[in-house]
């Protein structure tokens, strides 16, 4: 029972890993379909909005513009996500919640922390550092992992999660209740949208082979510990994992280009401290 417990984790773990690496449905976007980020406007501040919007349009808009071999990938992303639900969601979860303790608990609930709080901190993490060390790419890395997250994690992430209708699996209505709009909010899983995301916008930056193992690793425990707490079936976790990959490339292709201008667009976040409260400031200068 052990070794096919931990076939099951092997094999929902494998069923992401290798379309991120192919890009799946995430790949990069063409020149030749006008991914190129519309001109920014004047100055200030108004222009970060109006990044986040084009972007999010463009992801949305992104199948319009799709040829075969982009279909083709999507199909092979959706075909696992289906894949997932039809043969392990059941079992995985009756498996998990079979071997569930009170140490596995306290685990699952550290490790999740990195689709969440964790993730906030490594992304605020990178933006410090670099602009300490005067790293510009360490300074780039937490300010697209900052645009990926609020696309994925605000946007996009919750609209599918109320328009899919699914029914967490602690609610006891099986894996195959859905409810479009009624109030379901288990797919995707949104703390491994932002796992994905984040290790998706880090590793397109720093390309070494174990930054990819080490960030991707630690994104696909964060849809374990998910699954481990009750909140998520598998399916929920692949189907996270594919969105967060897919904005966090597509984010960090888009704000290359961008970076690409004459004069260069220059991000900045600045904290913002008074009595009472604190936060954080985003802006542009060109």
Not at 39 to 47: E, F, T
Not at 114 to 141: E, H, P, Q, R
Not at 251 to 269: D, I, M, S, T, Y
Request: proline content about 5%; some cysteine.
């Amino acid at each position: 029972m052990i070794q096919k417990f931990r076939f099951d984790c092997m094999a929902l773990a494998l069923s992401v890993l290798p379309l991120l690496g192919q890009g799946s449905v995430s790949s990069e976007p063409k020149a030749d379909l006008a991914a190129k980020p519309s001109d920014p406007p004047s100055k200030g501040v108004l222009a970060v909005p109006r990044i986040l919007f084009d972007d999010t349009v463009f992801i949305l808009k992104a199948p319009a513009h799709w040829d075969s071999k982009d279909w083709l990938h999507a199909g092979e992303g959706f075909a696992v996500v289906v894949g997932t639900a039809l043969l392990l969601d059941t079992h995985v979860r009756d498996e998990f919640q079979r071997h569930r303790n009170p140490q596995n608990d306290n685990l699952a609930k550290q490790i999740q922390n990195f689709g969440a709080g964790y993730a906030i901190g490594i992304v605020g993490g990178f933006w410090t550092y670099g602009k300490l060390a005067g790293n510009s790419n360490a300074v780039d890395t937490g300010l697209d992992a900052a645009e990926a997250s609020l696309i994925a994690g605000i946007v996009i992430g919750p609209f599918l999660k109320e328009a899919v209708g699914r029914s967490r699996p602690y609610q006891q209505e099986g894996a195959f209740h859905f409810r479009p709009f009624g109030g379901g909010m288990s797919a995707p899983s949104g703390h491994t949208t932002e796992a994905f995301t984040v290790a998706m916008v880090i590793s397109e930056h720093y390309p070494e082979t174990w930054v990819r193992y080490l960030t991707y690793g630690i994104a696909t425990l964060v849809g374990v510990a998910r699954i481990e707490q009750n909140a998520h079936f598998a399916s929920d976790v692949v189907s996270g994992a594919l969105l967060g990959a897919l904005v966090g490339r597509t984010v960090v292709f888009r704000n290359q280009e961008r970076r690409g201008w004459p004069g260069k667009v220059k991000l900045a976040l600045k904290p913002v401290l008074g009595a009472g409260y604190q936060g954080a400031a985003l802006s542009l200068r060109f």
